[in-house]
């Protein structure tokens, strides 16, 4: 299974914020939208990436998050995928370098952003097809 077939079941809609924005607007945008990262845009283009742990790392860094820009706390090289990779590639760079949101491209473009709950999803359902077709085997198993 391919990343761009997670992308297929999710809304095209990228959230995004500027990284002169203070944090705390960042967190009250997260929270209102209900999602766990928000994409940071200068001029169109993908500059850093925001997520609920970035912002806790800021926290205890000892930030002022409420006038913090999200320039401050953001990580300015998110480690990102491509629309072609498979969802096993997405969820080992995604173990491996403890993220919980992965950007993913088609090229230069941006086409959307993938959590670790997602990939997890997409992973049970490929296991439960396979295990369905296991059965189905097993039963019509010739004598």
Known sequence: MQIREILTLKSDTIYSIAPTDSVSSAVS????LGVGSLVVLKNGEMVGLLTERDVIHGMAE???LKNAEVSTVMVSEPVVANAE???DYARDVMTKSHIGHLP???GNKLLG???FHDV???CLKEAKFENSLLKR???HWPE
């Open 62 to 64: 000892g930030h002022d």
């Open 120 to 122: 997890a999803r997409a």
């Open 104 to 106: 993913i491209f088609d």
């Open 137 to 139: 085997y097993i039963k």
């Open 85 to 87: 990779d498979s969802v």
């Open 113 to 115: 952003i993938i959590s």
């Open 29 to 32: 945008r997260m929270v209102e």
